[in-house]
C-alpha cells in the first residue's frame, strides 16, 4: 500500500511539472532572393560549368542561427533556426541567380553531371553572420577552374552590412540582400569579364 502512495505522488508531481514547463516554440527562416527578377543580363561565351554545393564553415553548419562576438565567442540560437542548413540554402539560390544574369552558360548544379569535362565553380563561405552590436559579416572565396582544372578567376569576398533594426527577420533579410547584392552579382560580373 505504502509504494501504491509513493508511485501515485510521484506521478502527480511528475504531470505537474511537465506541465508547468513552458515549451518556447521556434522560428524558422529561409533566405528569400526578392529581386530574383529584375538581375542584369550579362554576355557571356557560351560554355557549361558545374556549380559545386557551397562550402561552408563548420560552425556555420548546423540549423541554429548564430551570433558572433568581437572576441570570438559564438552564440546559437536555440528557437531561431534556419528551416533548411545554409549550404544548400545559398548553393540553390546562388545557381538560381547565377543561371538568370548569365544565360548563355549551360550551368550544372548538384548531382547532374555532364559527359565531358567542363569548367568548376567552387565557393566556400567562412562567415554568415550578426554580432551583437548589429554588423553582419559575409567572408569567403571562389574560384572558377578551367575543364584542364587551369585558374580563370578567383576572388575573396569580405563584405559587412548593418542591421536596420533588431530582430532575427531583419538579420536573415540582410543577410540575403547582402549576399545576392554584394557577393554573388560581384561573382556573375567577374566571371563575365573573365570570359569574355
Known amino acids: 500500500m505504502q509504494k501504491c502512495k509513493l508511485i501515485i505522488s510521484l506521478s502527480f508531481i511528475w504531470l505537474l511539472t511537465a506541465c508547468a514547463t513552458k515549451v518556447v516554440p521556434s522560428s524558422e527562416y529561409l533566405l528569400v532572393d526578392k529581386n530574383i527578377k529584375q538581375i542584369e543580363v550579362k554576355t557571356t561565351p557560351a560554355m557549361s560549368i558545374q556549380f559545386m554545393p557551397i562550402t561552408m564553415a563548420n560552425y556555420l553548419a548546423g540549423n541554429e542561427i548564430v551570433l558572433v562576438t568581437e572576441q570570438g565567442q559564438v552564440y546559437r540560437s536555440k528557437n531561431h533556426l534556419w528551416a533548411e542548413t545554409l549550404s544548400p540554402q545559398l548553393s540553390r539560390l546562388t545557381l538560381q541567380r547565377l543561371e538568370k544574369s ?11 553531371l555532364p559527359s565531358e569535362a567542363i569548367a568548376v565553380l567552387n565557393v566556400e563561405v567562412d562567415n554568415f553572420y550578426a554580432d551583437l552590436d ?34 532575427y527577420l531583419t538579420m536573415v533579410q540582410t543577410l540575403s540582400d547582402t549576399w545576392f547584392h554584394k557577393v554573388t552579382n560581384m561573382m556573375a560580373d567577374s566571371i563575365a569579364e573573365s570570359l569574355n
Open 102 to 112: 548569365l544565360p548563355n552558360i549551360a550551368w550544372f548544379g548538384g548531382q547532374r
Open 134 to 167: 548589429g554588423t553582419i559579416y559575409i567572408s569567403g572565396r571562389w574560384q572558377l577552374l578551367s575543364a584542364l582544372g587551369e585558374l580563370i578567376d578567383s576572388k575573396t569576398f569580405n563584405v559587412t552590412d548593418t542591421l536596420k533594426s533588431d530582430g
